[in-house]
């Protein structure tokens, strides 16, 4: 079985800071992709940022310059470091990963956290 465990989140005033982190566990051979996804109430699930197993990152035009992604491969981590955030940032978290599976794996399996709130107050 392999586990995405969240932790961070919570409520904080807008302009304010907040870390998010994702530890991956269980059964498999490496970690591809890593990444950040949020959900608001009535929208849909968007990307805010991934990571390769390089350290090549991408992120959501509206959280550039904002959110810093990071990874520690040895622990098998992705982070989410956010700062100036803003109202619309309230959303519910998820981490999400591309891991291999096994050796003989010829694809990697996706793999979602449970989700952790963000709440972003005025």
């Known amino acids: 079985q392999v586990q995405l465990e969240e932790s961070g989140g919570g409520l904080v005033q807008a302009g304010g800071s907040l870390s998010l982190s994702c530890a991956a566990s269980?059964?498999?051979?490496?970690?591809?992709?890593m990444g950040w996804y949020r959900q608001a109430p009535g929208k849909q699930r968007e990307l805010v940022a991934d990571?390769?197993?390089?350290?090549?990152?991408n992120y959501a035009d509206s959280v550039k310059g904002r959110f810093t992604i990071s990874r520690d491969n040895t622990q098998n981590t992705v982070y989410l470091q956010m700062n100036s955030l803003k109202l619309e940032d309230t959303a519910v978290y998820y981490c999400n990963a591309f891991l291999r599976r096994t050796l003989l794996s010829t694809s990697d399996t996706q793999y979602w956290g449970q989700g952790t709130q963000v709440a972003v107050s005025s």
């Open positions: 269980g059964r498999f051979v490496s970690i591809n992709r």
């Open positions: 990571i390769t197993s390089g350290g090549g990152t």
